[in-house]
């Protein structure tokens, strides 16, 4: 298997982190999706990162559908397979994804011309950030974990939004919660998340 992809883009990682706590066979090949030259689109008709080419030469994307397929390759899952885990864990996954997208649509509108830049739309992504932060907080549990009291889906990509928060949004939402900073602090210690740290993204 190959995984096309770029270093910074969360929605990699999120799959990289996996890859590496399962111990997957699969070849990173970094790829940028707005070069000219890129082989991004020839894999994905919508040109976005990330993109699994399967052993047979099937293409899976995006980060939802591939982390599922990894995750069913080997055991112990990280994405419970039904019941009630199951949909508690999608949920922290959309609710992850949607703080990654909220960061990234903050970050270009900040990268248009200041005279085009809306100060609206920058305050709504600030606003869905900070409402899922709280979010997040208020259901921490007293374990080291999201779910089941081990390592999940959950905590992986809870981990990797709050990372990227840091990382494009470098705020004090800390002062506020620290219930979740040291949440996080305990998962940012894995292997899996200190070696797919994209260069320039600082430990807080």
Request: net charge neutral; glycine share 4%; proline share 6%.
């Amino acid at each position: 298997m190959k995984l096309y992809g770029s270093l910074t883009s969360p929605y990699v990682r999120k799959v990289r982190i996996l890859i590496r706590e399962k111990n997957l066979a699969c070849e990173f090949v970094v790829a940028d999706a707005w070069a000219a030259d890129s082989p991004i689109p020839a894999l994905n008709p919508l040109g976005k990162v990330p993109a699994l080419v399967l052993d047979n030469g099937d293409v899976l994307f995006d980060s939802p559908v591939i982390v599922e397929y990894l995750d069913s390759l080997k055991t112990p899952a990280l994405l419970p397979v039904s019941g009630v885990a199951r949909w508690e864990t999608l949920r922290w996954q959309a609710l992850a994804d949607g703080m990654l997208d909220a960061t990234v649509s903050r970050l270009l509108e900040l990268r248009r011309p200041a005279e085009q830049q809306s100060a609206e739309n920058v305050r709504r992504q600030e606003d869905k950030i900070a409402r899922s932060i709280e979010y997040t907080e208020q259901r921490l549990s007293r374990e080291s974990w999201l779910m089941e009291n081990r390592f999940t889906l959950a905590d992986l990509v809870m981990a990797v939004a709050l990372e990227y928060i840091d990382f494009r949004y470098p705020h004090n939402w800390r002062g506020r919660h620290a219930r979740l900073a040291q949440w996080l602090a305990g998962v940012s210690a894995r292997p899996s998340l200190i070696e797919t740290r994209p260069p320039g993204m600082e430990k807080k």
